[in-house]
């Protein structure tokens, strides 16, 4: 399904939120992700990063780009631009912010912020190899696809979980990003009227 910036921009707009609220529990680490749609002239896509082995968490998962909010951040979202300036050399200014997600509490400590954006036109990217191993995206089209989406269950700490897993190229994406991913594209589905 081969959309405009201008189609992408009010889809996404119609079920973005306002900035949420900079308090959060005291226990969590406030935190943003930068879920970046790419129109490059063909099908829809989403940004996305494999972590290398030497971060301190997360270590070689699929994630969005995005990271702590460091205190020199101003908003969410220059938490999300900077993180994703710093791991893939994505200029900020080639990202239109559009809005927000609710933020997901994770069992690993932190508090993510969802940070809504659109990237018009072709993208040179260059991973930082001190966190990122790779830079990919995959068409919002192809994560819909029946097969590709997954629910699990997995057990944290004693407690069990509902992940949503997406698994395509090779790759599954889970955790924090699968979840994110879903609520993503719940959003997105729901902006058309139906599922792809």
Do not use: N, Y
């Not at 036109?121 to 068409?139: A, M, Y």
């Not at 029946?146 to 790759?171: H, I, K, N, S, Y």
């Amino acid at each position: 399904m081969r959309l405009s910036a201008g189609e992408l921009r009010h889809r996404i707009r119609s079920f973005a939120l306002p900035s949420p609220s900079a308090d959060g529990p005291d226990h969590l680490t406030p935190a943003a992700v930068l879920i970046a749609v790419v129109c490059a002239g063909g099908e829809p896509a989403v940004l996305l990063t494999k972590r290398s082995m030497t971060v301190a968490v997360h270590q070689g998962q699929i994630a969005f780009p995005g990271g702590a909010v460091d205190r020199a951040d101003h908003s969410f979202a220059d938490t999300a631009l900077r993180e994703a300036f710093e791991e893939i050399a994505l200029p900020p200014d080639r990202v239109e912010v559009l809005g927000f997600m609710p933020a997901l509490e994770t069992t690993t400590g932190f508090r993510i912020v969802p940070v809504l954006g659109l990237v018009d036109g072709p993208l040179s990217l260059r991973p930082s190899p001190d966190e990122v191993d790779e830079v990919f995206t995959v068409s919002l089209e192809e994560l819909a696809r029946p097969g590709v989406r997954r629910t699990r269950c997995r057990m944290v700490d004693g407690v069990a979980l509902e992940d949503r897993q997406f698994e395509t190229g090779g790759r599954i994406i889970w955790g924090a990003t699968g979840l994110l991913l879903d609520g993503f594209l719940a959003g997105w589905q729901q902006s058309a009227g139906s599922p792809f």
